[in-house]
């Protein structure tokens, strides 16, 4: 049998390929110092190993012939810092070391990538030899914060799925969950004395279908749809977090996107007819056609000229503080629509009292109050970039969402940056062609993905503290398509926040990718297969007749397609070279081979709509 090729995601610092193999024994003693805070990985070794090998795992503070030594250093290796580890496997044994318990723990992520990929499985797998390539690794992370943040407004994920979420992310050595806990759709987090927030602010009517094309729910529709954690859930969520070496960002997004706090609490809007307000559940509340900032079709802000809104953020803010250890809090500030600000006595009033020209400007003033309530909680303030737009306080921090260049500005004058462009870390976009994923405004495929580099050239890299992909949700019912939508352009995300530059080779990416594949199909996570889809490009020739391109995202992939309603397998004409549609053919199908198996998903396009792509 031949050794798996080694495919540790993200790529290590430094990995030695060494003679010999080592073999699981029957009995494994994992050697680790007593109350030295490596029970996390311990109990992470122990089950992977029992669960899937069935062979008897114990473990000692000094055993004479530990099969597994997870040792911390009692003097710190500078290289390491405090998340990196040194892996040793040896024909006879497997030592992991670390500064910090952390680094153990990642080191133990790495070790389990080593195994035969049926170490993932959820239950006893026979008939495998349980060996792992002799290996030195050394490796720690390019960022300190590498995070994903989870929407779980536009739609409510249990507190299980979100441990679940947590687990998922932690294999991959990502360290920071960012909880988008507060948007139009849905208040999420139970806050002491305001109680309509979650009596009210919760619950939405559920619908099904495309969100945002939805029909005004009617009057009596229940609005049993949704859900929130109490302050007890979230307790739980930060202690497992913490367990697994993750923090949690917690976000409340204002002052836009504040139509289920409105709903809740009518008196923090500008404009009377928010009484009448009810929380979204997906119809249209905003006129996208010219551009950002949006026209609101409703309300949905907070009022930066009423005070009731400060001492109502205090609130929440203080026990948002107190609830998180995390030392940010991110306010939002994105997408805030000023066009009810624009005709708002009480704005104009505020424009004159404190000398405001623009519109921008008073949601700057807004910003750097809400700052000034964040601080006094003794935690620091970070905003989506649009905090930019109107003036900043020298102490926000800023994650750059619209494009690099908001961060590059940001972290050039001196502002702490997080990376997180929709060009490259968008997870809610589509992944393969539109005919295949739920309908989004953009595509972000995984190749351009692996491009992300979070620290460019030409900025101040000391305030780049870290990288993050984001899933909202909006087209995301449940917990199985947020894995679709995750993986693997996690993985490509984890890599260039994690691996040096120098490391990132899309080939050898690609091979990893796929032997991770078989890995999270014993796991029993879904991931996207997009990668053997290939990328449809419609043009037209100089006669106008319309010609279809398939270019493939990996190599070594075949295409075989027709026109003639029949599915395609590899007995039919193969795609070599930009294909013209028959006079009367309605349909396009596509299907991808490796050698003999198929491989990519059966692709349906109908001329009609590659007719409206050339436009």
Same mark, same amino acid.
């Given at each position: 049998?031949?050794?798996?090729?080694?495919?540790?995601?993200?790529?290590?610092?430094?990995?030695?390929?060494?003679?010999?193999?080592?073999?699981?024994?029957?009995?494994?003693?994992?050697?680790?110092?007593?109350?030295?805070?490596?029970?996390?990985?311990?109990?992470?070794?122990?089950?992977?190993?029992?669960?899937?090998?069935?062979?008897?795992?114990?473990?000692?503070?000094?055993?004479?012939?530990?099969?597994?030594?997870?040792?911390?250093?009692?003097?710190?290796?500078?290289?390491?810092?405090?998340?990196?580890?040194?892996?040793?496997?040896?024909?006879?044994?497997?030592?992991?070391?670390?500064?910090?318990?952390?680094?153990?723990?990642?080191?133990?992520?790495?070790?389990?990538?080593?195994?035969?990929?049926?170490?993932?499985?959820?239950?006893?797998?026979?008939?495998?030899?349980?060996?792992?390539?002799?290996?030195?690794?050394?490796?720690?992370?390019?960022?300190?914060?590498?995070?994903?943040?989870? $929407?779980?407004?536009?739609?409510?994920?249990?507190?299980?799925?979100?441990?679940?979420?947590?687990?998922?992310?932690?294999?991959?050595?990502?360290?920071?969950?960012?909880?988008?806990?507060?948007?139009?759709?849905?208040?999420?987090?139970?806050?002491?004395?305001?109680?309509?927030?979650?009596?009210?602010?919760?619950?939405?009517?559920?619908?099904?279908?495309?969100?945002?094309?939805?029909?005004?729910?009617?009057? $009596?529709?229940?609005?049993?749809?949704?859900?929130?954690?109490?302050?007890?859930?979230?307790?739980?969520?930060?202690?497992?977090?913490?367990?697994?070496?993750?923090?949690?960002?917690?976000?409340?997004?204002?002052?836009?996107?504040?139509?289920?706090?409105?709903?809740?609490?009518?008196?923090?809007?500008?404009?009377?007819?928010?009484?009448?307000?009810?929380?979204?559940?997906?119809?249209?509340?905003?006129?996208?056609?010219?551009?950002?900032?949006?026209?609101?079709?409703?309300?949905?802000?907070?009022?930066?000229?009423?005070?009731?809104?400060?001492?109502?953020?205090?609130?929440?803010?203080?026990?948002?503080?107190?609830?998180?250890?995390?030392?940010?809090?991110?306010?939002?500030?994105?997408?805030?629509?000023?066009?009810?600000?624009?005709?708002?006595?009480?704005?104009?009033?505020?424009?004159?009292?404190?000398?405001?020209?623009?519109?921008?400007?008073?949601?700057?003033?807004?910003?750097?109050?809400?700052?000034?309530?964040?601080?006094?909680?003794?935690?620091?303030?970070?905003?989506?970039?649009?905090?930019?737009?109107?003036? %900043?306080?020298?102490?926000?921090?800023?994650?750059?969402?619209?494009?690099?260049?908001?961060?590059?500005?940001?972290?050039? $004058?001196?502002?702490?940056?997080?990376?997180?462009?929709?060009?490259?870390?968008?997870?809610?976009?589509?992944?393969?062609?539109?005919?295949?994923?739920?309908?989004?405004?953009?595509?972000?495929?995984?190749?351009?993905?692996?491009?992300?580099?979070?620290?460019?050239?030409?900025?101040?890299?000391?305030? %780049?503290?870290?990288?993050?992909?984001?899933?909202?949700?909006?087209?995301?019912?449940?917990?199985?398509?947020?894995?679709?939508?995750?993986?693997?352009?996690?993985?490509?995300?984890?890599?260039? %926040?994690?691996?040096?530059?120098?490391?990132?080779?899309?080939?050898?990416?690609?091979?990893?990718?796929?032997?991770?594949?078989?890995?999270?199909?014993?796991?029993?996570?879904?991931?996207?297969?997009?990668?053997?889809?290939?990328?449809?490009?419609?043009?037209?020739?100089?006669?106008?007749?319309?010609?279809?391109?398939?270019?493939?995202?990996?190599?070594?992939?075949?295409?075989?397609?027709?026109?003639?309603?029949?599915?395609?397998?590899?007995?039919?004409?193969?795609?070599?070279?930009?294909?013209?549609?028959?006079?009367?053919?309605?349909?396009?199908?596509?299907?991808?081979?490796?050698?003999?198996?198929?491989?990519?998903?059966?692709?349906?396009?109908?001329?009609?709509?590659?007719?409206?792509?050339?436009?």
């Amino acid at each position: 049998m031949s050794q798996t090729p080694i495919a540790i995601i993200p790529e290590p610092v430094s990995l030695m390929k060494k003679a010999g193999s080592f073999t699981l024994p029957e009995n494994v003693i994992i050697q680790a110092l007593k109350g030295a805070d490596l029970k996390q990985s311990i109990d992470f070794l122990s089950n992977r190993i029992t669960v899937a090998t069935g062979k008897f795992v114990s473990t000692l503070n000094n055993a004479t012939h530990p099969t597994i030594k997870l040792i911390l250093n009692s003097q710190v290796d500078p290289q390491l810092g405090t998340e990196g580890y040194k892996l040793n496997v040896n024909p006879t044994q497997i030592v992991i070391t670390a500064n910090k318990p952390a680094g153990i723990f990642y080191g133990a992520q790495s070790l389990i990538q080593l195994f035969p990929a049926e170490i993932e499985s959820k239950e006893l797998v026979n008939n495998v030899k349980w060996k792992l390539p002799c290996v030195d690794v050394v490796d720690y992370p390019k960022l300190g914060w590498r995070g994903l943040m989870f $929407d779980v407004a536009r739609h409510f994920f249990t507190k299980e799925e979100v441990k679940h979420f947590i687990d998922d992310m932690v294999r991959y050595k990502f360290n920071l969950l960012h909880l988008h806990l507060a948007d139009d759709e849905g208040w999420r987090i139970e806050i002491k004395g305001l109680p309509k927030l979650t009596e009210v602010g919760a619950w939405s009517v559920k619908k099904t279908g495309t969100f945002g094309d939805f029909v005004p729910p009617s009057a $009596d529709e229940p609005r049993t749809y949704g859900g929130f954690y109490t302050q007890e859930d979230i307790k739980e969520l930060v202690q497992y977090a913490q367990e697994r070496f993750v923090n949690i960002l917690p976000e409340i997004d204002v002052p836009g996107h504040s139509l289920a706090v409105i709903a809740s609490y009518p008196e923090l809007s500008c404009t009377p007819e928010a009484v009448n307000y009810k929380v979204r559940s997906g119809e249209k509340i905003m006129d996208w056609s010219r551009g950002a900032p949006p026209i609101a079709l409703v309300d949905n802000t907070l009022c930066p000229a009423n005070e009731k809104v400060y001492s109502f953020l205090d609130t929440v803010i203080t026990q948002i503080a107190q609830l998180f250890p995390f030392e940010y809090i991110h306010m939002g500030g994105d997408e805030a629509s000023h066009n009810f600000w624009e005709k708002n006595e009480q704005v104009k009033q505020l424009m004159l009292r404190e000398g405001l020209k623009t519109i921008p400007q008073v949601q700057a003033y807004f910003e750097k109050r809400v700052e000034q309530i964040v601080v006094a909680k003794g935690k620091k303030f970070m905003g989506w970039d649009e905090i930019l737009d109107g003036g %900043i306080s020298p102490t926000a921090a800023v994650m750059s969402w619209r494009g690099m260049k908001y961060g590059i500005q940001a972290a050039n $004058d001196k502002h702490n940056v997080v990376m997180s462009p929709t060009e490259f870390a968008y997870l809610d976009y589509m992944q393969a062609d539109v005919s295949t994923e739920p309908k989004v405004y953009a595509s972000l495929r995984l190749n351009k993905v692996y491009q992300f580099n979070p620290v460019p050239a030409g900025v101040n890299a000391q305030y %780049i503290i870290g990288g993050q992909a984001n899933l909202w949700t909006e087209q995301v019912y449940n917990f199985r398509q947020v894995e679709y939508m995750v993986w693997p352009r996690a993985f490509a995300i984890s890599e260039s %926040i994690w691996s040096p530059i120098e490391k990132k080779n899309w080939t050898n990416f690609v091979d990893r990718t796929e032997q991770h594949f078989k890995r999270l199909d014993l796991a029993e996570v879904k991931y996207s297969p997009a990668i053997y889809d290939p990328i449809i490009t419609v043009k037209r020739s100089a006669d106008k007749q319309l010609l279809i391109e398939l270019t493939p995202e990996v190599d070594n992939l075949e295409i075989y397609y027709s026109f003639d309603n029949s599915i395609p397998d590899r007995f039919y004409p193969k795609y070599t070279s930009a294909l013209q549609v028959p006079k009367d053919a309605s349909l396009l199908k596509i299907i991808t081979y490796r050698g003999k198996q198929p491989i990519g998903r059966l692709i349906s396009v109908s001329v009609a709509d590659l007719q409206k792509r050339s436009r």
